[in-house]
């Protein structure tokens, strides 16, 4: 009864290599977040996603792709992957509604090497 | 520009005494305010919030307060317990726009036995 699960939890590869996380809730929420969780434990938003829509779109390279096939659904694709890439990233939803939290999955622990 | 923040990254309490930890915010477009607890390897864990039409709100343990004219919140944490160790962010949002919600950098509470 996972709110909000994504794959994996751990990735570890190669600089120049893409790969990709996914995300699901089944919260019944309309927004799904992308956040990085750096080196320096900052939590910083990357994208956001409301009905499958891109509503936040933060200073990312554009080899970060994100895409929403449904609205339980967000997932992050990473193109050319660089050593600076290597963070935590944590999928999180809420409803674009007042007063309503944002719910966090585990994170998925990036290595690049 | 760190919009939110948390000066202090630790705390060290006894068991049983009361911990606080606070974060100051310097958008005065924020309205809705959250405290997360997180522990090692997993997602934050939405704890608390307050709304800005209050100074206000108790759950159990945990209560925040709001003061919106020094852009300041705070939670406290009575009596804390070891369970209660953890990293602790505090989180804002405006309701307008994109809903964007900004996190702090943290504090790491210890609370000792």
């Known amino acids: 009864d996972t709110a909000v699960s994504q794959t994996p939890k751990y990735l570890v590869t190669q600089m120049g290599n893409d790969k990709s996380i996914k995300c699901e809730q089944n919260?019944?929420?309309?927004?799904m977040y992308w956040y990085k969780q750096d080196s320096k434990k900052f939590l910083k938003i990357m994208f956001s996603?409301?009905?499958?829509?891109?509503?936040i779109n933060e200073t990312v390279p554009n080899r970060f792709s994100p895409k929403s096939p449904d609205k339980a659904h967000l997932n992050l694709h990473i193109n050319s992957l660089e050593l600076g890439d290597s963070a935590v990233y944590f999928c999180?939803?809420?409803?674009?509604?007042?007063?309503?939290?944002?719910?966090f999955g585990n994170g998925t622990r990036l290595t690049v090497t | 520009d760190q919009q939110v923040k948390q000066n202090s990254p630790s705390l060290s309490v006894q068991e049983g005494r009361i911990s606080i930890l606070n974060c100051d915010y310097t958008?005065?477009?924020?309205?809705?305010f959250l405290w997360y607890k997180k522990y090692p390897a997993e997602g934050p864990t939405f704890l608390i919030s307050?709304?800005?039409?209050?100074d206000k709100n108790e759950d159990g343990r945990f209560t925040v307060f709001l003061n919106k004219s020094a852009k300041h919140l705070s939670l406290h944490i009575v009596p804390s317990q070891p369970g209660d160790s953890a990293v602790y962010f505090c989180?804002?949002?405006?309701?307008?726009?994109?809903?964007?919600?900004?996190f702090g950098t943290g504090t790491r509470l210890k609370v000792l036995a």
């Open positions: 999180a939803s809420s409803l674009r509604a007042y007063n309503s939290p944002l719910h």
């Open positions: 919260l019944g929420h309309d927004t």
């Open positions: 996603y409301n009905n499958k829509e891109l509503i």
């Open positions: 958008n005065s477009m924020f309205d809705y």
């Open positions: 307050i709304s800005s039409i209050k």
């Open positions: 989180a804002a949002r405006t309701t307008s726009g994109t809903y964007k919600y900004i």
